[in-house]
């Protein structure tokens, strides 16, 4: 299926939900929304695991620990805008005639509405490519991202488009796919543990 395809799944449903929570008349029965919040979480379930999948395979390993936690940082913003949104289109929360929750079910859906054209842009992840043996595709992918990174492929390297046999993506699966020991784990992962201690700290001592 891919990384790819994954992630505009996600968004397509994303928009469609909001959309479709907007549309809704007023006599419209409980059972509607159930099943519109139930694929509202499940195209959360899709996006997330499947954006961040999608980005750490297209970043060398040294970096992807810090990747990660830009995307959880940036993607928190979400929650702020999200919380923007209600202050400007349902102040009161629902209480008064002047709360338009449509408007804010819009507002949510736009963000997913405009990402989807800039997912064309985006290649597969050459880590899945490479694995799903689509040589020739990754190595494409592979060039795209050096190319915009100001960078040229070695030119042994451009020489392998033509071997689906070659050590670079022998190297490529086994690196991928060797297990990490738990020491190794604890450490890499201790900043956003250790941040996430103190978020949740405060949150307790506000609460």
Known sequence: WGRKRGLALALVLICGVNCAHAALPTGTRFWVLVVLRLFAGIAGAIGI???????????????????????????????????????????????????????????????????????????????????NGRYQECLDTLGTIAHWNGVTLAEEQQQERSSRKSTLWRSLSFAETRGTTLWRLALDYLPILMLLIMVDSLRSFFT
């Not at 819009?106 to 880590?127: D, K, M, Q, R, W």
């Open 49 to 131: 695991p499947t954006g961040i999948s999608l980005a750490v395979e297209s970043c060398p390993q040294k970096e992807r620990l810090w990747l990660v936690f830009a995307i959880t940082f940036f993607g928190s913003l979400g929650y702020l805008a999200e919380a923007i949104g209600v202050d400007i289109f349902m102040p009161r929360f629902g209480e008064e005639d002047s709360d338009n929750w449509r408007a804010l079910c819009l507002f949510c859906g736009i963000p997913a509405l405009v990402t989807l054209p800039l997912v064309y842009v985006l290649g597969e992840s050459p880590t899945f490519l490479a694995i």
